[in-house]
């Protein structure tokens, strides 16, 4: 059998194809050279006036410098893919001429490439879809968002009227920099952060906490429980906001007129104080997080209810026997179970209500008062972004740069929890 060097054969594939036929294998190699040339072509006559345009973001007035930027975008992606496509033809080129001086087998013809690629990456031809798709629906928009960051889109130059210009990190020096802005992201981000844990914290421990008690076998009317705990996830979410939005009024909400008084025959020191849930921030803040642990805590119990139900009732008897109380069975067995199983889940909560829009907007619009540039008392940053591109003036790319910094810190945040809490270790569980 005739020896292949690896080296010669990564150096023809300079040329995508040609290290494959060097290998022998013709019907890859024509393949590998026929995309080659289709790109090219396609290269010369759409991608390359497309990324120029991308770079220059229109040198007349009338060019729309939006269309370019996305069109260009699109056009880059495509050629990332082929970029990655020749590095995989260096890589294949290199790996099969070893493959020749080892003895392995080598697919040589169009129906022996075929049948490996059916017998041993069938799997990999059913997620390709998946993956383009994902590119098309999560990186491209990510990619428009992250250029559209470095440019000054913002109500003073709105295509085609006005031409785009990159900026570099103006936008977010300015975040910085200008008072108002500062301001206005420290205060927003200090309270989506207290936020996210305060709410998230409260519908885990919750949801945990009624999921162990409905778990109790003295327990009765187990199946009327459930369905109780189960209606706040029942009921659409907005309907339970709008109806919270109008209970907590501060003149004629249910809240203030029939509950404050039926507690402060309990409680004396309530008599007569209306408490102004939208009218003051902190209230305001404090009812955003009941809110929120009274809609989210049903998806938590019934998650833990099945965790609970699956434990082993012999670790208890184990426990009882060591002499373990409550809390320490708790500790020891329960909590530590429930993490194994749903510590991804229970992280996507707090990532979730980082960003979690409908209820900042719904009960009190962001509102009572603002903290400055263009922020309400009670904004989260994702609604502050909202604002941003919605207002009279609207500021398009310091949305995007804000939008990169939330992305940023909650991809770091999650990936640092999944890692301390060995959230995908599930084989060792």
């Given at each position: 059998?005739?020896?292949?060097?690896?080296?010669?054969?990564?150096?023809?594939?300079?040329?995508?194809?040609?290290?494959?036929?060097?290998?022998?294998?013709?019907?890859?190699?024509?393949?590998?050279?026929?995309?080659?040339?289709?790109?090219?072509?396609?290269?010369?006559?759409?991608?390359?006036?497309?990324?120029?345009?991308?770079?220059?973001?229109?040198?007349?007035?009338?060019?729309?410098?939006?269309?370019?930027?996305?069109?260009?975008?699109?056009?880059?992606?495509?050629?990332?893919?082929?970029?990655?496509?020749?590095?995989?033809?260096?890589?294949?080129?290199?790996?099969?001429?070893?493959?020749?001086?080892?003895?392995?087998?080598?697919?040589?013809?169009?129906?022996?490439?075929?049948?490996?690629?059916?017998?041993?990456?069938?799997?990999?031809?059913?997620?390709?879809?998946?993956?383009?798709?994902?590119?098309?629906?999560?990186?491209?928009?990510?990619?428009?968002?992250?250029?559209?960051?470095?440019?000054?889109?913002?109500?003073?130059?709105?295509?085609?009227?006005?031409?785009?210009?990159?900026?570099?990190?103006?936008?977010?020096?300015?975040?910085?920099?200008?008072?108002?802005?500062?301001?206005?992201?420290?205060?927003?981000?200090?309270?989506?952060?207290?936020?996210?844990?305060?709410?998230?914290?409260?519908?885990?421990?919750?949801?945990?906490?009624?999921?162990?008690?409905?778990?109790?076998?003295?327990?009765?009317?187990?199946?009327?429980?459930?369905?109780?705990?189960?209606?706040?996830?029942?009921?659409?979410?907005?309907?339970?906001?709008?109806?919270?939005?109008?209970?907590?009024?501060?003149?004629?909400?249910?809240?203030?007129?029939?509950?404050?008084?039926?507690?402060?025959?309990?409680?004396?020191?309530?008599?007569?104080?209306?408490?102004?849930?939208?009218?003051d921030p902190t209230w305001t803040k404090i009812a955003l997080i009941m809110m929120?642990?009274?809609?989210?805590?049903?998806?938590?119990?019934?998650?833990?209810?099945?965790?609970?139900?699956?434990?082993?009732?012999?670790?208890?008897?184990?426990?009882?026997?060591?002499?373990?109380?409550?809390?320490?069975?708790?500790?020891?067995?329960?909590?530590?179970?429930?993490?194994?199983?749903?510590?991804?889940?229970?992280?996507?909560?707090?990532?979730?209500?980082?960003?979690?829009?409908?209820?900042?907007?719904?009960?009190?619009?962001?509102?009572?008062?603002?903290?400055?540039?263009?922020?309400?008392?009670?904004?989260?940053?994702?609604?502050?972004?909202?604002?941003?591109?919605?207002?009279?003036?609207?500021?398009?790319?310091?949305?995007?740069?804000?939008?990169?910094?939330?992305?940023?810190?909650?991809?770091?945040?999650?990936?640092?929890?999944?890692?301390?809490?060995?959230?995908?270790?599930?084989?060792?569980?």
């Amino acid at each position: 059998m005739t020896k292949k060097d690896p080296k010669q054969a990564m150096l023809r594939s300079l040329i995508p194809g040609l290290g494959q036929i060097y290998n022998d294998q013709k019907a890859k190699g024509y393949i590998f050279l026929g995309v080659t040339i289709a790109f090219l072509a396609y290269f010369v006559a759409i991608a390359l006036p497309e990324i120029e345009n991308l770079i220059t973001l229109g040198e007349v007035r009338g060019d729309n410098s939006l269309f370019m930027l996305i069109r260009g975008a699109f056009h880059l992606i495509l050629v990332i893919f082929f970029l990655i496509f020749y590095g995989f033809n260096l890589k294949d080129a290199r790996t099969v001429a070893r493959q020749w001086n080892n003895d392995y087998p080598v697919h040589t013809t169009l129906k022996e490439m075929t049948n490996g690629i059916y017998e041993n990456g069938f799997p990999y031809l059913l997620i390709i879809p998946s993956y383009l798709a994902m590119t098309f629906a999560i990186i491209f928009p990510v990619l428009v968002t992250l250029l559209i960051a470095f440019t000054n889109y913002d109500f003073k130059h709105l295509p085609p009227n006005k031409l785009l210009d990159w900026v570099g990190f103006t936008n977010f020096a300015n975040i910085w920099q200008l008072s108002t802005f500062r301001a206005a992201f420290g205060s927003v981000l200090t309270w989506t952060i207290i936020w996210a844990l305060a709410a998230s914290t409260l519908q885990i421990v919750v949801g945990i906490f009624t999921a162990i008690i409905a778990n109790q076998p003295f327990i009765k009317g187990k199946r009327i429980f459930g369905v109780i705990f189960l209606l706040p996830w029942a009921v659409p979410a907005f309907i339970t906001i709008l109806t919270f939005s109008n209970m907590f009024n501060d003149s004629i909400g249910a809240i203030n007129t029939q509950v404050i008084p039926l507690l402060s025959k309990v409680l004396p020191f309530l008599d007569g104080h209306l408490i102004p849930w939208k009218t003051d921030p902190t209230w305001t803040k404090i009812a955003l997080i009941m809110m929120q642990g009274w809609l989210g805590f049903p998806y938590i119990y019934v998650l833990t209810l099945g965790i609970l139900q699956s434990i082993p009732n012999d670790l208890y008897e184990a426990a009882y026997i060591d002499g373990a109380n409550a809390w320490q069975k708790f500790r020891s067995i329960t909590f530590p179970m429930i993490l194994a199983v749903a510590a991804p889940t229970l992280i996507s909560q707090y990532t979730f209500n980082f960003n979690n829009f409908s209820i900042i907007y719904l009960f009190n619009a962001g509102g009572p008062g603002s903290v400055g540039g263009g922020a309400g008392s009670t904004d989260i940053l994702i609604s502050w972004i909202y604002r941003l591109t919605t207002g009279t003036a609207p500021q398009y790319s310091m949305a995007a740069a804000v939008t990169l910094i939330i992305s940023i810190i909650v991809i770091s945040i999650s990936m640092i929890a999944f890692k301390k809490l060995h959230a995908f270790d599930m084989e060792d569980v």
